[in-house]
């Protein structure tokens, strides 16, 4: 049953009833205000996008799984840094290479001067992981780039479409069984209520 509109009442996405309001008339209902308060895409908007087209096979989606953990666990020293941590360490960028390779050459070309307590080895260690790990983060970096513009691509057609779906289904109009779904579809739309909010008016004779 239809909800008829009140003076001061508040819609049900929270904001109030003022002058002005779309769809707002007398004797209308809430349902006819919120219709117009609901964008509705025009239905010739999927033949402007189509950003990917593609589907995975279960055969797939194991490979791909596998290859990740393959990775882990050739990387089993692998560590998380902290929020913290990522913070405060100490950084090695581009700029620091040089005087890295200068400190190894310090290191291998003089090792009789370098104090017992010095971990050597363990800096060496360190600094060829650091170079070795270069193009494996690069390589992985590309394929989570490419998976993750892949994604929102997929995302973004699939709404695309949904929102023509739903302006079909609205335009098919009441009658056609799809009330309770468009209602429930329609919650993705509703507008959150304003922090200030002003006297509600009455609707538009």
Not at 4 to 14: S, T
Not at 19 to 36: L, S
Not at 64 to 92: E, H
Not at 166 to 193: E, N, V
Request: proline letters at 7%; charged letters at 20%.
């Amino acid at each position: 049953m239809a909800t008829p509109l009140r003076w001061g009442m508040k819609l049900p996405n929270g904001e109030p009833l003022r002058w002005g309001t779309p769809g707002a008339k007398y004797n209308g209902t809430v349902e006819e205000v919120m219709a117009a308060l609901e964008p509705t895409p025009k239905p010739n908007a999927m033949s402007t996008q189509n950003l990917v087209s593609g589907t995975l096979t279960e055969a797939q989606k194991t490979a791909i799984t596998g290859a990740v953990q393959t990775i882990l666990a050739n990387l089993p020293f692998a560590v998380d840094l902290t929020i913290d941590q990522r913070q405060s360490v100490v950084k090695a960028g581009d700029k620091s290479l040089a005087f890295l390779y200068r400190c190894r050459d310090l290191v291998n070309q003089n090792p009789a001067w370098l104090p017992a307590t010095f971990p050597k080895q363990e800096f060496l260690n360190d600094l060829g992981l650091f170079d070795d790990l270069g193009p494996i983060e690069s390589a992985q970096m590309q394929a989570l780039e490419k998976t993750s513009d892949t994604r929102m691509a997929a995302g973004s057609d699939a709404m695309v479409a949904a929102l023509i779906l739903y302006g079909i289904a609205k335009a098919a109009g009441q009658g056609a069984g799809l009330d309770d779904l468009l209602t429930q579809m329609g919650g993705r739309f509703a507008r959150k209520a304003k922090a200030k909010t002003t006297a509600p008016a009455t609707p538009n004779p």
